[in-house]
């Protein structure tokens, strides 16, 4: 079958058969962006500024709650109020990773109580596919009061030098995804993946982390490719954090990788 990532996200929001992709995809054709701020600020009021600035220009808006000194019940609530103002998806770059058990009570309830304002949340299968089966089950209980609004991805691949991520292990998180699609949406990889074997229907999106325009990596291992660069290996949508948050002018920033990332997009759908 054709390659999927070749499809524009219009046609690909109508034949997912999950409704936060479908939502996804729709908002980034509305808003022409396929950019992901990983706003790895640590203090409430830098975040909400970060999110309420770069807004209009981002299709998904990434968090590490954990690094926010001063996180609280306001933090959230005043996220979720910019989510809707702009129109983005809240991702918490969680990365879970335990048996299925701790994980279920980390994702819902906990202290960060991540099921009731992120959208999608990634986790590793390091530990088997226990932990996707838990957070499946948990999302889709006929008790879960969000029902088909939220959404997990699957950390593939690692941007960060010697990553073991690879090979064997990037083909069991495809696998493992295959087996949960009222959950598992897609991965957070550096390429597309598992479009060679496709089955009918599956459409995974793929997030790439490790964006920069400026610069090729930092000095504790990132290594960084350009909005373009990985959109043509397969990114669906791609998180850029110092590359935005750390520049002299932020929103300016974020408009030019909104524009490369957006570029390159429509030149692999109309290729
Ligand atoms: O392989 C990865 C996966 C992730 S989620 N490499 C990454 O860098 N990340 C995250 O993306 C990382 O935790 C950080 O939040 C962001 C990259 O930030 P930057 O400032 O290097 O763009």
């Known amino acids: 079958m054709a390659s999927l990532s070749k499809l524009p996200f219009s046609e690909r929001a109508v034949a997912h ?12 054709e509305t808003k022409k962006s396929n950019l992901v701020i990983s706003a790895d600020l640590t203090d409430s009021k830098s975040l909400l500024a970060c999110a309420d600035s770069l807004g209009p ?7 590490h709650v954990d690094l926010v000194s001063d996180f609280s019940d306001e933090t959230i609530q005043k996220l979720k109020e910019l989510s809707k103002k702009h129109n983005f998806l809240i991702f918490e770059d969680r990365k879970l990773v335990d048996i299925g058990n701790t994980v279920q009570k980390q994702y819902h ?10 959208d999608l949340v990634n986790l590793s299968v390091l ?16 008790d879960f009061p969000f029902p ?8 593939a691949e690692m941007t960060s030098k010697g990553s073991l991520a690879t090979g064997s292990y990037t083909q ?5 995804a295959r087996q949960f699609p009222r959950s ?22 793929v997030f790439t982390t490790g964006v920069n325009l400026a610069s090729k990596g930092d000095k504790l291992g990132q290594q960084y490719q350009t909005p373009a660069s990985a959109v043509e290996r397969g990114a669906d949508f791609i998180i850029a954090g110092r590359g935005i948050y750390a520049s002299a002018d932020p929103v300016e920033a974020a408009k030019q990788y909104q524009a490369e990332g957006w570029s390159a997009y429509l030149k692999r759908v109309q290729a």
Do not use: N
């Open 17 to 28: 058969p999950h409704p936060l992709a479908k939502r996804l995809f729709q908002l980034a």
């Open 148 to 155: 088909e609004q939220r959404a997990f991805l699957i950390l």
């Open 127 to 142: 530990g088997g596919d226990g932990i996707v089966e838990a957070l499946d089950k948990t999302v889709t209980a006929p």
């Open 184 to 205: 598992m949406i897609g991965f957070v990889a550096t390429r597309a993946l598992g479009e060679d074997q496709a089955a009918e229907k599956e459409d995974f999106l």
């Open 109 to 118: 309830g906990g202290v960060l109580r991540l099921s009731e304002w992120a």
């Open 57 to 63: 220009y981002i299709a998904v808006f990434k968090t």
């Open 172 to 176: 069991k998180c495809i696998d493992i």
